[in-house]
Every structure is written in C-alpha cells, then in structure tokens.
C-alpha cells in the first residue's frame, strides 16, 4: 500500500499519524448529522481502532480535539492533493495549537496518539516562498512605476527642451513675420480710414470755428463757409475755403485745421493798416497792400499809422509799395515816433518824426538796420535840436543839427 505524499505513519509517538491496520475493512457510509466521535478508553490503549478517520479521538485525559472541515483522512492509495490540502491546514494547526496549550496546563493529560501532518513544515515552506515571490512582484511592480515615471518626466523634459531650441531658432522668422504683421494691419487701418473718411459722411463738416477776427465778424466768416458743411472733412481743401472767403477783403490770410471727426477750424488773419491817406475831415485806412480797410476821422487816426503825402489814391505805383515795405518791416517802437511818410521815387522814402525832423531813409532795404541805427541816435542826441537825419547808408549816418 502507497503512503500518502507527505504523511508520515507510526504507533503511539505524539505528532504522527498512527499506522493503520494492515487489513482495514471498508466502512460504511455514515448516517447524516453530526457523528459520533469514538474513544479510546485508558485501557485499551494497546488495541487497535478502525476509527481513524473519524472527526473527534477521544484522549486518555477526556480531553477531546475536533479538526473542523478535515473530513475523511485521504485513502493510502491515493495521492494526496497539497492544493486541496492547504485550505484544511490553517484550521488545523489552529487547532493544534489550542491543544498544545491544553495539554501544557493539564501535565497528567498526556495524549498517547497526536496526530500532526508531517508536511507542514513543507507546505509552510511553500507560503513562505509564494510570500516571497508576492513580495518580490510587488517590488518589482513599484520598480516598474517609478522607471516609468521617471520615462515620462524625461519625455516631458526632452519635448520642453526641443520646444525650446525651436523657438530659438525660430525667433528671427517669428520676429520678421510679427513686423510683416505689423506693418500690414498698419497700412490696411490707414486705408480704411482713408475709405470712411473720403467715402462716407461719418466724416463730415458739422461744426466751424473761426480764429483770429477782430473786425471781421465771425458771423461773416462761417456764413461764408457754410457751403462746405456736409462735405467730408478729408475733400475740403484750402482752395476751396479760399472760394468762400474770397468776398471777404479784410482778411489778409487764413489757414484751414481739420479737427476729426466733424471740426473745421479757420485761422485768420485780418488786413492791418499801415498808411492813413487824408480825405477833407477823415482819414482812410489802407494795408500794405493798398487795400482799404475802414475811413476814421482825422482826430480818431491810430497811433502808428502815419499820414501819407504826395501819392494821393494810386496804391499799386513803387513809390507806395515802397513806403508800405518799409512800415510793414519797422519795429513797433520806430513807427510810434513816425507821423508822416512820403516818396517821389521807390528810392527817396522819407519819414518824419514826431518832433518834426525829417529822416532821410533812402530804399526799402535793410529797413531793421536802419530802424536800430536811427534809435541809437536818437538816443545819443537827447535834448540836441536837430534839422536832419540821414540814414540811407546805415553804416555811415548823419544828422544835421538846428542851428
């Protein structure tokens, strides 16, 4: 007859199987429920027992031991299935154990048949190397997630630096395109103002403002312009303001300023008389272009603005074009002390001043130079009574003292 794997046999040694009968009769199949666990009285120690598959043994201290779930012990003549085996073992050294510990309290409770599987220490081995091996996969398992881990922080790492040296080399190409960019969306907003502004009325005329009148009125001035409202403010030019205040003979000059989006500003500049020609009890203003400007009495004329004599009402000859250069050219403090101006020719002005001396002046050349040399003299002179001044030449002038 085989042995069971892993099973030893032997007679009253405590932690073996006791050796069965050589001849060992069939048993019957049990009743169901719980059997009965048979005994083994102190006297019959010797004697042998077919009872050995039974759940309970009865020991010589009537101290009994149960092997829950054990069952029937295998047959010797098969092979024993350490598989199956391995869910019975934990309750039964469990239970082991408890009767170990029993029979340590209790010495007179001496077992004289134990029975302990002999391949326990093998089947311990076995869960001790599984656990290894549990152990060793849960390693390696750790090993494999942190090499992975460190495989995506290096394939992030070499993305970022390829990232990196992209845009460095591209940075140039990145830099041309972004003026490109620039550039173009500059030039395409200035073309469509342009379009809004030429093509559209969002752009246009509503509101005048007039600068620079004294005598005009400036009701005048935007009564003038009002032709040009409604127009759009890049398609009005100077010519045609000039059209509209070209009626107006009091104004010498004017500048146009647009002020988006619908502001036209006028700067002007009024004619300023320079001569006063007599006419019986008045006077009448003229510029320095001849124009006439107002017709005040003789009492009313204003300071600086001398009366002219010997060229009666032709202001386009030299002579009167030539007198009107020289007042124009004169600082403000010169022509103050003026009273009178006349000429026979563009080259024989004479001016004369308050006091009644005449000043020779000569062309209406270097008019500043004479005006700073004839008030350096004058100056020099003081009190002195004169009878004439010359300062044609004004590097060499001359006075004439009364006398």
Same mark, same amino acid.
């Given at each position: 007859?085989?042995?069971?794997?892993?099973?030893?046999?032997?007679?009253?040694?405590?932690?073996?199987?006791?050796?069965?009968?050589?001849?060992?009769?069939?048993?019957?199949?049990?009743? &169901?429920?719980?059997? =009965?666990?048979?005994?083994?009285?102190?006297?019959?120690?010797?004697?042998?027992?077919?009872?050995?598959?039974?759940?309970?043994?009865?020991?010589?201290?009537?101290?009994?031991?149960?092997?829950?779930?054990?069952?029937?012990?295998?047959?010797?003549?098969?092979?024993? !299935?350490?598989?199956?085996?391995?869910?019975?073992?934990?309750?039964?050294?469990?239970?082991?154990?408890?009767?170990?510990?029993?029979?340590?309290?209790?010495?007179?409770?001496?077992?004289?048949?134990?029975?302990?599987? &002999?391949?326990?220490?093998?089947?311990? #081995?076995?869960?001790?190397?599984?656990?290894?091996?549990?152990?060793?996969?849960?390693?390696?398992?750790?090993?494999?997630? =942190?090499?992975?881990?460190?495989?995506?922080?290096?394939?992030?790492?070499?993305?970022?630096?390829?990232?990196?040296?992209?845009?460095?080399?591209?940075?140039?190409?990145?830099?041309?395109?972004?003026?490109?960019?620039?550039? *173009?969306?500059?030039?395409?907003?200035?073309?469509?103002?342009?379009?809004?502004?030429?093509?559209?009325? *969002? $752009?246009?005329?509503?509101?005048?403002?007039?600068?620079?009148?004294?005598?005009?009125?400036?009701?005048?001035?935007?009564?003038?312009?009002?032709?040009?409202?409604?127009?759009?403010?890049?398609?009005?030019?100077?010519?045609?303001?000039?059209?509209?205040?070209?009626?107006?003979?009091?104004?010498? +000059?004017?500048?146009?300023?647009?002020?988006?989006?619908?502001? *036209?500003?006028?700067?002007?500049?009024?004619?300023?008389?320079?001569?006063?020609?007599?006419?019986?009890?008045?006077?009448?203003?003229?510029?320095?272009?001849?124009?006439?400007?107002?017709?005040?009495?003789?009492?009313?004329?204003?300071?600086?603005?001398?009366?002219?004599? #010997?060229?009666?009402?032709?202001?386009?000859? !030299?002579?009167?074009?030539? $007198?009107?250069?020289?007042?124009?050219? $004169?600082?403000?403090?010169?022509?103050?002390?003026?009273?009178?101006?006349?000429?026979?020719?563009?080259?024989?002005?004479?001016?004369?001043?308050?006091?009644?001396?005449?000043?020779?002046?000569?062309?209406?050349?270097?008019?500043?130079?004479?005006?700073?040399?004839? =008030? &350096?003299?004058?100056?020099?002179? #003081?009190?002195?009574?004169?009878?004439?001044?010359?300062?044609? +030449?004004?590097?060499?002038?001359?006075?004439?003292?009364?006398?």
């Amino acid at each position: 007859m085989k042995r069971p794997k892993g099973f030893r046999y032997s007679e009253g040694t405590p932690g073996e199987w006791p050796r069965p009968r050589d001849h060992e009769e069939p048993r019957e199949a049990e009743p &169901a429920g719980e059997p =009965e666990a048979p005994s083994i009285a102190p006297g019959d120690a010797g004697v042998e027992h077919d009872e050995t598959t039974a759940e309970t043994v009865q020991l010589l201290s009537a101290t009994s031991v149960r092997f829950d779930r054990f069952g029937e012990l295998p047959s010797l003549d098969d092979d024993l !299935d350490a598989g199956a085996f391995d869910a019975r073992l934990g309750d039964s050294e469990a239970h082991t154990d408890a009767n170990e510990s029993a029979w340590a309290e209790d010495e007179d409770a001496q077992p004289t048949v134990s029975i302990v599987p &002999a391949g326990g220490s093998r089947l311990r #081995g076995k869960a001790s190397s599984q656990l290894e091996a549990f152990t060793d996969r849960r390693a390696a398992d750790a090993q494999y997630r =942190e090499a992975k881990k460190e495989a995506r922080a290096a394939e992030r790492g070499r993305k970022k630096r390829e990232r990196h040296e992209r845009l460095r080399f591209s940075h140039h190409q990145r830099l041309r395109r972004r003026r490109q960019l620039i550039a *173009l969306s500059a030039v395409s907003i200035l073309v469509l103002s342009v379009l809004v502004g030429v093509f559209t009325p *969002l $752009m246009s005329v509503r509101v005048i403002e007039v600068r620079g009148v004294d005598r005009v009125p400036e009701a005048a001035v935007i009564d003038a312009l009002e032709g040009v409202k409604g127009r759009p403010l890049a398609l009005v030019t100077d010519d045609s303001v000039h059209e509209k205040l070209e009626g107006l003979t009091l104004l010498q +000059s004017f500048e146009v300023e647009k002020i988006p989006p619908h502001t *036209l500003a006028v700067v002007v500049q009024e004619r300023v008389p320079v001569v006063a020609v007599p006419q019986n009890e008045e006077v009448m203003l003229v510029d320095a272009s001849g124009v006439r400007i107002d017709v005040v009495p003789q009492a009313e004329r204003p300071e600086g603005i001398p009366l002219v004599r #010997g060229v009666g009402t032709d202001f386009s000859s !030299d002579a009167f074009t030539a $007198m009107a250069t020289v007042l124009s050219a $004169m600082p403000e403090v010169t022509r103050n002390r003026i009273t009178e101006i006349s000429a026979e020719t563009p080259q024989q002005v004479q001016v004369t001043l308050g006091s009644g001396v005449p000043v020779l002046w000569g062309d209406s050349a270097n008019n500043a130079r004479k005006s700073a040399v004839l =008030e &350096a003299m004058l100056t020099a002179l #003081g009190d002195v009574a004169l009878q004439s001044i010359d300062v044609s +030449s004004p590097d060499a002038p001359v006075y004439i003292p009364a006398g």
